[in-house]
């Protein structure tokens, strides 16, 4: 995570808030952001580093290394191709994945697919974000919830791994009926950037919060429920879900009847951090060792789009 903080006194100072409400509205304490002249591509390879030496894995021989951001360096070329040159990735392809907070997901599956089929035997997929940059912080809808950060993985066939952390399932999905609940709506070709749209803030992210949270509890139950159906409630060791409002999150376990104690719930030091929330809890829960080996952890995220994905792993 980057070093800056922006605690909810920040906000006040901001934004017409306080600490009372973001806290009771949305767990959220504090945030990460990155400092001036600090880019996604910088706290991604961090944490790219950080799992290539967990995994054992020497960057030269990483086969693909997929970018998961909304936030990139550049809107051209992709963050990922700068990525894998200063990790020295020489051999592998690069690109970007948009998938909002689904996106490290969806670069999960994707990479894993790879793996799947033999083609590829080191996938490093990166879930990053620097949404300090495209948050309004005269908005105070939006610029409460987001903060800054990065999360990585390495993929690798199952034999390379100690047999361990196995992907079992995972389901992708998308509705654009809700493209317009969290979008930029200026800075792309529908809308290029021109000082019009400097005038009226179309560059920054809008985010309509309550067909969100209504979305968010109901996509996190079904998700949740879909993908332990198969192995059955006895089987479930642990739930890693995209840190979206700690109130959502509370909202779907309950409706679960799961137990807060086997869920992840950070958002309180980082705020909601789109595609690095999934793999920055999932590096949280195992150093605090709440994932056990060979019990099933669920990875669900959902978000802008709208796009979900759960990931079932047994750890
Ligand atoms: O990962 C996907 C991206 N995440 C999201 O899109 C977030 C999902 N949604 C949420 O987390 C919640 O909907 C929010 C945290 C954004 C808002 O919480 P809420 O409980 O849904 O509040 P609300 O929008 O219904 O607003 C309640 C009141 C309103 O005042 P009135 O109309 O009742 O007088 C708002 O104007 O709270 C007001 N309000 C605020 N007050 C103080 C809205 N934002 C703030 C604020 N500080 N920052």
Redesign the pocket.
């Known amino acids: 995570m980057p070093k800056g903080v922006l605690s909810n006194a920040d906000l006040e100072k901001l ?4 600490d009372e ?2 806290v009771q ?2 767990g959220i304490r504090e945030r990460r952001v990155v400092a001036p002249g600090e880019n996604t591509s910088d706290i991604s390879v961090v944490a790219a580093r950080q799992a290539l030496e967990r995994a054992g894995v020497d960057p030269a021989d990483l086969d693909l290394v997929i970018e998961a951001t909304v936030s990139p360096d550049h809107l051209l070329p992709a963050t990922a191709c700068k990525v894998a040159e200063i990790l020295g990735a020489k051999k592998a392809g690069a690109f970007d994945l948009s998938a909002a ?1 689904s996106g490290f997901m969806y670069g999960l599956t994707v990479g894993a697919q790879f793996v799947r089929s033999g083609m590829y035997r080191n996938v490093l997929v990166i879930g990053a974000e620097s949404l300090s940059r495209m948050v309004n912080y005269e908005d ?2 939006s610029c ?2 987001f903060g800054d950060g990065a999360g990585a993985a390495v993929i690798r066939p199952l034999e390379d791994c100690g047999g361990k952390h196995e992907l079992l399932d995972f389901h992708l999905g998308a509705d654009g009926t809700g493209y317009e609940f ?1 979008w930029r709506p200026s800075g792309g070709v529908a809308d290029p950037l021109s000082a019009e749209v400097l005038e009226k803030k179309g560059h920054f992210m809008i ?1 309509r ?2 067909e ?2 209504r979305f ?1 509890v109901a996509m996190m139950t079904e998700l949740v429920q879909k993908a332990i159906e198969p192995y059955g409630m006895a089987q479930l060791g642990f739930i890693v879900p ?1 840190q ?2 700690e109130r ?1 999150i509370d909202a779907a376990l309950e409706r679960l009847e799961i137990p807060r104690s086997k869920c992840i719930v950070n958002i309180d030091r980082y705020g ?1 951090t ?1 595609a690095a929330s999934v793999p920055v809890a999932l590096a949280e829960a195992a150093e605090a060792g709440s994932l056990e080996p060979g019990k099933i952890v669920i990875l669900v995220a959902f ?2 789009g709208l796009a979900w994905s759960y990931a079932t792993v047994r750890w």
Do not use: F
């Not at 934004?15 to 306080?18: A, F, P």
């Open positions: 934004v017409d808030t306080s409400w973001i509205r949305t907070c105070r809808n409460i919830i969290i985010v919060g309550r969100v949270y968010a995209h979206v409002n959502i909601n789109s978000g802008a």
